[in-house]
């Protein structure tokens, strides 16, 4: 009897091992399936701000230089190849009427046409002389008479115009308008073409402001808009008053921006090439304006949140007029009186469960 007992002993050691850990087991799954039947949806704290509708308006900001107006360059230039003696003047340098530029004489090129056109004109009267008497003795006709006083006439005018120019000897060539030197386009000792130039000068009223202006700001530029001009090295310089004349529709390739050109007050004497900031007021308009922190980046777009019955609802804008405070936007479903999320609206998502406060 005490050997059968000794051998059920530790099968029933065993069995109450077994049931004891299959009771612990149940008891502690049933405590984590009531633990994560009484977990909660996440609750966002965020803070609101009304949407508005109401004016706005900002001030676009570009920079530029003094140019001169597109085709109004003055090239002075002469119609026979010339060489530079000495030039007289420099690129900036103010001009008035009938100063002297630059120093030229006639090239030995042009001195040979000189010499061919006083032969050819003393060749050509002789022979006109020569017909002529011919002509009284009844020995050349009226065509020949008629060709040989054409011929004279023409070399004659030739040399002339030559003379004329001053291709004869030394000058100096000097400017027939008030303005600026914008380039000098030879040195002392180049010979210069016929026609080339040899200085462009510029009108004081005749410059303008070149402005790169960024893309997405041209849609608040017009034409005839009013621009402050302040002179960037300049720092207590007054600043300029102008109007836009030009606002080109297209992007420059190499600034990637789009060219505006402003007009500026005759009498300012402004200096080319000087570089300005300009600023431009928008014209004010109503719209839908919220706080900027409110709008989001998401994608190549942007979204901001509104809340409804404490959830959270997403809507994609687009983005216009920008201060420093304030962004105008527009969407679908924006309706003015509604809030807007401010505060918190970067761990947001479409529908998610909000407590929200008003913003004071």
């Given at each position: 009897m005490?050997?059968?007992?000794?051998?059920?002993?530790?099968?029933?050691?065993?069995?109450?091992?077994?049931?004891?850990?299959?009771?612990?087991?149940?008891s502690?799954?049933?405590s984590?399936?009531?633990?994560?039947?009484?977990?909660?949806?996440?609750?966002?704290?965020?803070?609101?701000?009304?949407?508005?509708r109401?004016?706005?308006?900002?001030?676009?900001?570009?920079?530029?230089?003094?140019?001169?107006?597109?085709?109004?360059?003055?090239?002075?230039?002469?119609?026979?190849?010339?060489?530079?003696?000495?030039l007289?003047v420099?690129?900036?340098?103010?001009?008035?009427v009938?100063?002297?530029?630059?120093?030229?004489?006639?090239?030995?090129?042009?001195?040979?046409?000189?010499?061919e056109?006083?032969?050819?004109?003393?060749?050509?009267?002789?022979?006109?002389?020569?017909?002529?008497?011919?002509?009284?003795?009844?020995?050349?006709?009226?065509?020949?008479?008629?060709?040989?006083?054409?011929?004279?006439?023409?070399a004659?005018?030739?040399?002339?115009?030559l003379?004329?120019?001053?291709a004869?000897?030394?000058?100096?060539?000097?400017?027939?308008?008030?303005g600026?030197?914008?380039k000098?386009?030879?040195?002392?000792g180049?010979i210069?073409?016929?026609?080339?130039?040899?200085?462009?000068?510029?009108?004081?009223?005749?410059?303008?402001?070149?402005?790169?202006?960024?893309?997405?700001?041209?849609?608040?530029?017009?034409?005839?808009?009013p621009v402050?001009?302040?002179?960037?090295?300049?720092?207590?310089?007054?600043?300029?008053?102008?109007?836009?004349?030009?606002?080109?529709?297209?992007?420059?390739p190499?600034?990637?921006?789009?060219?505006?050109?402003?007009?500026?007050p005759?009498?300012?004497?402004?200096?080319?090439?000087s570089?300005f900031?300009?600023?431009?007021?928008?014209?004010?308009?109503?719209?839908?304006?919220?706080?900027?922190?409110?709008?989001l980046?998401?994608?190549?777009?942007?979204?901001l949140?509104?809340?409804e019955?404490?959830?959270?609802?997403?809507?994609?804008?687009?983005?216009?007029?920008?201060?420093?405070?304030?962004?105008?936007?527009?969407?679908?479903?924006?309706?003015?009186?509604?809030?807007?999320?401010?505060?918190?609206?970067y761990?947001?998502?479409?529908?998610?469960?909000?407590?929200?406060?008003?913003?004071s």
């Amino acid at each position: 009897m005490n050997r059968k007992r000794w051998i059920w002993w530790p099968v029933i050691v065993l069995a109450a091992v077994g049931i004891g850990y299959w009771l612990g087991h149940r008891s502690g799954g049933g405590s984590a399936e009531t633990s994560g039947s009484n977990q909660k949806d996440p609750v966002a704290q965020v803070t609101l701000a009304p949407l508005q509708r109401k004016s706005i308006a900002d001030t676009v900001t570009a920079y530029g230089s003094v140019i001169t107006q597109p085709g109004k360059t003055h090239a002075v230039s002469v119609a026979y190849e010339t060489r530079i003696k000495h030039l007289l003047v420099a690129p900036g340098e103010a001009v008035s009427v009938g100063q002297a530029l630059v120093e030229i004489e006639p090239s030995a090129q042009t001195q040979l046409q000189l010499s061919e056109a006083r032969n050819a004109a003393k060749a050509a009267q002789q022979e006109l002389e020569q017909t002529q008497q011919r002509f009284s003795l009844k020995l050349a006709t009226n065509q020949d008479f008629g060709v040989a006083k054409k011929s004279a006439e023409t070399a004659q005018l030739q040399l002339q115009t030559l003379e004329k120019q001053g291709a004869a000897s030394a000058q100096q060539v000097t400017s027939d308008l008030t303005g600026v030197v914008g380039k000098v386009d030879v040195q002392d000792g180049q010979i210069v073409p016929a026609g080339n130039p040899l200085v462009e000068l510029v009108q004081q009223n005749e410059i303008e402001v070149k402005l790169g202006v960024e893309p997405e700001d041209v849609v608040h530029v017009k034409l005839g808009q009013p621009v402050t001009l302040y002179q960037v090295h300049l720092a207590g310089a007054q600043p300029v008053q102008g109007k836009v004349r030009l606002l080109t529709q297209r992007v420059d390739p190499d600034t990637r921006m789009v060219d505006v050109y402003v007009t500026l007050p005759n009498d300012k004497g402004l200096l080319l090439d000087s570089y300005f900031r300009a600023e431009l007021k928008t014209q004010a308009h109503e719209t839908f304006v919220v706080p900027r922190s409110a709008v989001l980046p998401e994608g190549d777009g942007y979204v901001l949140y509104t809340v409804e019955k404490e959830h959270a609802v997403q809507h994609r804008v687009q983005l216009g007029i920008q201060t420093a405070l304030e962004t105008e936007v527009f969407g679908k479903d924006l309706h003015a009186g509604e809030h807007v999320v401010v505060q918190g609206n970067y761990e947001l998502s479409d529908g998610m469960a909000v407590a929200a406060e008003k913003k004071s």
